[in-house]
């Protein structure tokens, strides 16, 4: 399943960093039939301990974990909607990725030059997002004249565009992003295949730059405009320091922890990053495991079993029986799929099953 995620940003706040720092977790190409040879996406591995233990469990031979796709995009500058920079360039790419890493400069550092002079993280937001927005809205104000004309034949598609783009124009022109209009299911089916920028899910990235002022430990005004934007959009985000993450991918784990103590870097940036992407493209993962093989399949959250075979081979969808499941805890927990069986701790799951985060699956199929 080959969903990405664009990494954006204005010019020096540390994206081309980050994107190396997670290009050092990258996986094996053959692994993964979707993967690129373009140098400006990168797929990653997804951090997971509960894929780690049950590869222990079963002495696998191999391990595979779930991934997901990132794509470095050229920086923003203000004024890309009207064709500024790379402006239609950095548009179009973020139009082809499924969710948005929003990357915010948030130290101080006068030998890195702000491109608004000043660093100013919230500031920083409202010039990528009002440049999305006003893309989307011309390119939405420009469809709304048309299936405005077009809707009078009564094609119940076009109607129904029509009706989506009433609503969402409006609060494009209010300098609102199109995710904040409240869509039912089949409107907002509807409002996908519009392709609109701003309706794509956002993570921030908070940038910090150890050795200096960072917006967040200095804890003043900057930091609470921010902190009261995030919880007035109910937006998710995560702080990592992409210089020192960059700098660590090329230390070996065992030297690792050492290192962060020394920087004063607790967290893994990086995979608290990976992990919050994987969530915010609406994904979870289930599990294979054996002595061969442990791996981590990716799903949409809401696939029921038939639909999570396909993820391995389309027979499992095609042909579908039925699925052998036990969550990953439970199976630990026993010491092996053998023992779980013995016990009837492995439940028979028929095709309208729904997968959780975390199962481990057996599929039979004619």
Known sequence: MALSIGIVGLPNVGKSTLFNALTKKGVPAENYPFCTIDPSVGVVAVPDIRLQRLSEMSHSAKTVPAAVEFVDIAGLVKGASEGEGLG??????????????????????????????????????????????????????????????????????????????????????????????????????????????????????????????????????????????????????????????????????????????????????????????????DLISFFTTGEDESRAWTIRRGSTAPEAGAAIHTDFRDKFIRADVIQWDKLLEIGSWSKAREKGQVRSEGKEYVVEDGDVMEFKHS
């Open 88 to 281: 239609n360039q950095f548009l179009s790419h973020i139009r082809e990725v499924d969710a948005i890493a929003e990357v915010v400069r948030v130290f101080d550092d006068e030998d890195v030059h702000h491109v608004a002079g000043t660093v100013d993280p919230r500031h920083d937001i409202e010039i990528i997002d009002m440049e999305l927005i006003l893309a989307d809205m011309q390119s939405a104000e420009k469809r709304l004249d048309r299936v405005e004309r077009d809707s009078k034949g009564g094609d119940k598609a076009v109607v129904a565009e029509r009706d989506v783009l009433r609503k969402i124009v409006p609060a494009l022109q209010q300098g609102k992003a199109a995710r904040t209009v409240e869509l039912d299911e089949k409107e907002k089916a509807a409002a996908k295949a519009l392709h609109l920028l701003t309706m794509k899910p956002v993570l921030y990235v908070l940038n910090r730059k150890s050795g200096t002022v960072n917006v967040d430990a200095e804890n003043g005004e900057r930091w609470r405009e921010l902190k009261d934007f995030f919880e007035t959009a109910n937006a998710s985000y995560v702080v990592v320091d992409a210089g020192v993450e960059r700098e660590l991918s090329d230390v070996h784990d065992d030297e690792r922890a050492d290192f962060r103590r020394e920087l004063g870097v607790n967290d893994d940036g990086i995979d608290d990053l990976i992990k919050a992407g994987y969530s915010l493209l």
